[in-house]
C-alpha cells in the first residue's frame, strides 16, 4: 500500500509548529494539530483543501498544547470538525488561554471548542481507506498520543520525538524519564524505515532516532 498516503506540511504560528494534511485516494482528509494562528495560515490550509478537493473528516490532536489548538476553532466553524485527542489532555487543554497569558503577557485568541471523543491506546480511527492506531506516549503531557498508520509506514510523533531531540517536560504534567521511557517501550520498537512526522522541525525516521538521538 506504500504510496498511497498524501501528507502535506503547513507551519502554522510563529512557534513553527506542523500542522498536516493527510489523505488518500478518497480525497477524504484527517487534519493533524492545527495549530494555525491568523487569518493568513488559516487561508492557506482552507485553500489547499478547495484546490485538491478534499473532505475534511477528522481533527487529530497528538496532545493540547496552545500551539498545536490555535486552528481548532477555525476548523469547527468551517468544517464542523471537533478534535479527538486523548482523556489525559483535559487540564492541559483547559489551561492553554492561562498558559498563553503567562508565556506572551497578553491575550493572544484561544478559543477552547468541544472535544468531539477521547481516543484510547491502541485504538484504530479511520477515514477514507485509512487506518490510523493510537499510541499513547506520556511525558511531553500525560495525554501525549502519537498516529501509526503501519502499512505506509508513517508516524505522526507530535512534540515527543524530533529530530535529534526529544519534547520539553517543564510544562504542566511533564515528565522527561516518563517521556523517554514511553519512547523506547511504545516508538522504538517500530520499524526502522517508518518515517516519524514531529510537531516541529524537519521529518526523521525511527532508524534515525534509535541509532542517533542523544537522548535516547
Known sequence: MKGQLNIKRFVTNPIGENCYLVWDDTRECAIIDCGALGADKEEKIAQFIKDNQLTPRMA????????HIWGLSFLYHNYGLQPLCHRGE???????????????????PTVLVPVLRYLDDNEEITFGNTTFRVIHTPGHTPGCIMFYQASEGVLF????????SIGRTDHLGGN??????SIRSRVLTLPDDVVVYPGHGPST????????????
Open 60 to 67: 487529530l490532536q497528538t496532545h493540547m498544547h496552545f500551539d
Open 90 to 108: 483535559r487540564e492541559i487543554y483547559e489551561d492553554a488561554p492561562q498558559m498563553v497569558r503567562l508565556l506572551f503577557h497578553k491575550d493572544i
Open 157 to 164: 510523533s507530535g512534540d515527543t520525538l524530533f529530530q535529534g
Open 205 to 216: 525516521t525511527i532508524g534515525e532516532e534509535r541509532y542517533g538521538n542523544p537522548y535516547l
Open 176 to 181: 522527561t524519564e516518563q517521556e523517554i521511557q
